[in-house]
C-alpha cells in the first residue's frame, strides 16, 4: 500500500504538469533552507538531504570537523562518531555526517520557510516548463478563449498558460467579448521574471501563412510554394504561390473547387479579400500579374543603385483606377508583394510626359525617326481633348509610342547606371574584405542606431553607403536627431576587423578563386575530350589538313582541337550557281549536269565523326528554288 506521502508527491506532479525529480529537488531545498533556519547555520558549511520518494523519509546529512573534544555540535563531531560514516577519516577531516533527531521539532518559522522555498522552486520549475513549451510553438497557430478585453489588449487563455494579444496586433474590424473563442498566431515568446509572456497576433502575415498550410494539403505537402504575402489586416491581401511539381496548378490549389478553401481563411479573418497570384522569375510578368485585377500595356524595371530597384507601369486609361486601388491599396500590396517600388501612370500620361521632353536627350532621335507616329498621336490626343470617340487601333499607336519612348529613357539611364556602379565597385575595392563578414552589432553604436540599421548585411555596407550615398544611411535615422550620422561616422573610424571575419573573407576569395580554376579545368578537359572522340576511328577525318604518315598522335590531337567545338558553316543561297563552301578552291565540286551543289559538313559525337549534307533542288509550287538538305 502506498504511504500518504507518496500519494501527496504523485498528487503536485501530475496537478502541476512536472517531472517527479523537479518535485523532489524543490523538497529537498525546503529541508535544507529549514535546517539552516532551525540550526542557525551559514552558507559556507555543505548541507545534503536525501529524501525516499517511496515511504518519505527524510536524511540531512551536515558537513562537520573531526576533533577529539566537541565545543560546537553544529560543526564539528568526535572521531569515533565521525569514523562510522567514513571509516578512514582521521583528526582534521571533514565528513557528511547524519543530523541525528526528526524534523518535527523544527519551529514555525522553520516549517514556514519549508513551504516558501518549496512553492517558489515549483512556480520556477512550472514557469520554466511553460517557456519551454511555447517556445518550440513559436510561430504556430493556437486556440484560445478570451478572458478580458480592454482597450489596449485582449487576454486569451490557452490552457496552462495565458497570452496576450495587443491592439496593434488585431484586426481592426474585429471586436472580442469574454468567453470568445479565438484563433492566433503565435508572434512573440519572451520570458519575463514574472513568467513567459506570450504574445499573439492575428494581423501577422504568417497567419495567413500558416491558415494556407492548414487549409491546402498542396502547400502542407511542399508541392506549392508561397513565394511572398503582403498584407493589410481586415482589408486585402496578396499571395503569390508557385509550383514545385509539374503539372501542378499553384493558383486552383489554393483557391479549391468552387473557392472553397480560400473561403475558409477568408471567413477566418473577418472577411479579408485574399488575391492568389502565380508568381513568376520574370519580374515584369510578376509585376503585371501583382496589379491584377488590372490589366497592364507595359512595365519598365530600373534597378538603380542609389535610389533603389523602381518599376514604371503603363496602363490603358481606364485601368488606372483600378491599378492604384482605393486609396492606393492595390500599388501598395503589389509593391510589398514584388518588392519593387512601383509607379504607375496612364497611356495618355505617359504619352504627354515624352511629346513635353520630345527637344531632350535621349528623345531627340525619336523626334527625327519617328515623326510619322509623333504626328499620328499629337492627331489622337488632340481627338481625346475634343471628346470624340477613340479607336482601338489608335490607342494601340499610343501605346506602341509610350511603349517606345520608356525603353529608349531605360537604355539612356542604363549607361548611367553601369557608370554608377564601376564607381562603386572602385569604392569597396578599398574597403577591407573582412568588413563585408562583420555584422552591423559589430559596431560600437547605441542600441537605436543599430536597430535603424539593421537592414544593411554587414558593418562593410555600412562603410561602402557612408562613402558613395549618405542618403541611404540618413533616410533610416529620421527620428534619432541629426548627431546620429557623426555617431556613425566616428565608429566607422575606430572599427577593428576582428580575426574571424578576416578569416571569413580569406575563405570567400580562395572559393571563389577556386570555382575560377575548376571551370577553366573543365573547358579545357571538355576540349580534350571532344579531341580524343575525333582520333577514336585512328585516322584523322578527311575535313581536316592532311598530316601525312610521319605526324604522332599529339599533332592529330592539337589539330582536331582547332575545329571543334566549331558550329557548322552557314551556306548562302545563291541564285546563279552552288558554292561548296568546303571546297579548296581549286576544283568547283560539279555534280551532275556540271552544276555545283551546295554542301555543308557535320560533327556528330554519337558517330563519332563527320557527315556531309547536299542541299535538294526544290519541287515545283514551293516558291524557292533549293528546298530541304538530304544527307549523303
Known sequence: ???????????????????????????SNALISAYKRDAGVGNSQQIEAHIDPNTGRARIFVEKEVVEDVFDGRTEVEIDKARYYEPECDLGDTVMVMVEGSMKKYGRIAAQTAKQVILQ??????????????????????????????????TVGLGRAEAIMPRNQQIPTERFKPHDKVRAYIM??????????????????????????????????????????????????????????????????????????IQNIVRELHEEKIDVIEWNPNQEQFIAKALSPARVTGV?????????????????????????????????????????????????EAVEEAL???????????????????????????????????????????GSFADLVQR?????????????????????????????????????????????????????????????????????????????????????????IPEEAEAAAAQEAEAEAAAEAELAAEGEAAEATASEELLAEGEVPAAFPDLGEQATDADKAKTAAKFVPKPAATFEESEDEEVDVFSSGKGKGKGKKGKKKGRQIFYDEERGGTYVKRQRKGGRGTGSTW??????
Open 1 to 27: 500500500m502506498r504511504s500518504e506521502f507518496e500519494v501527496a508527491f504523485n498528487e503536485i506532479s501530475e496537478l502541476r504538469q512536472l517531472p517527479r525529480d523537479i518535485v523532489l529537488e524543490a523538497l
Open 356 to 398: 513635353d521632353n520630345l527637344d531632350k536627350p535621349p528623345l531627340k532621335e525619336v523626334a527625327v525617326q519617328q515623326a510619322a507616329m509623333i504626328e499620328d498621336v499629337r492627331r489622337i490626343l488632340e481627338k481625346k481633348e475634343l471628346g470624340r470617340a477613340i479607336m482601338p487601333e489608335e490607342y494601340t499607336t499610343l
Open 121 to 154: 522552486k515549483i512556480r520556477e520549475a512550472e514557469r520554466k516548463a511553460l517557456f519551454e513549451e511555447f517556445s518550440v510553438r513559436e510561430g504556430d497557430l493556437v486556440t484560445g478563449t478570451v478572458q478580458s478585453v480592454n482597450p489596449n489588449l485582449i
Open 408 to 496: 529608349r529613357w531605360l537604355a539612356s539611364r542604363e549607361v548611367a547606371r553601369k557608370k554608377r556602379v564601376a564607381e562603386i565597385n572602385a569604392v569597396k575595392a578599398t574597403l577591407p574584405p573582412g568588413a563585408f563578414h562583420m555584422p552591423v552589432d559589430a559596431l560600437d553604436l547605441s542600441d537605436e542606431i543599430k536597430a535603424a540599421l539593421k537592414s544593411f548585411p554587414s558593418a562593410g555596407d555600412v562603410m561602402l553607403a557612408a562613402l558613395v550615398s549618405e542618403n541611404k544611411i540618413t533616410s533610416r535615422l529620421n527620428n534619432l536627431g541629426e548627431g546620429a550620422l557623426e555617431q556613425i561616422q566616428d565608429a566607422l573610424t575606430r572599427v577593428v
Open 188 to 261: 512573440e515568446v519572451k520570458q519575463t521574471p514574472r513568467g513567459p509572456q506570450i504574445v499573439l497576433s492575428r494581423s501577422h502575415r504568417d497567419m495567413l501563412r500558416r491558415l494556407l498550410e492548414y487549409e491546402v494539403p498542396e502547400i502542407y505537402n511542399g508541392l506549392v510554394e508561397i513565394k511572398s504575402i503582403a498584407r493589410e489586416p481586415g482589408a486585402r491581401s496578396k499571395v503569390a504561390v508557385a509550383a514545385l511539381q509539374e503539372g501542378i496548378d499553384p493558383v486552383g490549389a489554393c483557391v479549391g473547387m468552387r473557392g472553397g478553401r
Open 627 to 632: 528546298g530541304g538538305w538530304d544527307e549523303e
Open 300 to 348: 519598365y524595371l530600373e534597378d538603380d543603385p542609389d535610389t533603389g530597384r523602381t518599376a514604371v507601369v503603363i496602363v490603358p486609361d481606364d485601368q488606372l483606377s483600378l491599378a492604384i486601388g482605393k486609396e492606393g491599396q492595390n500599388a501598395r500590396l503589389a509593391a510589398k508583394l514584388t518588392s519593387w517600388r512601383i509607379d504607375i501612370k496612364s497611356v495618355t
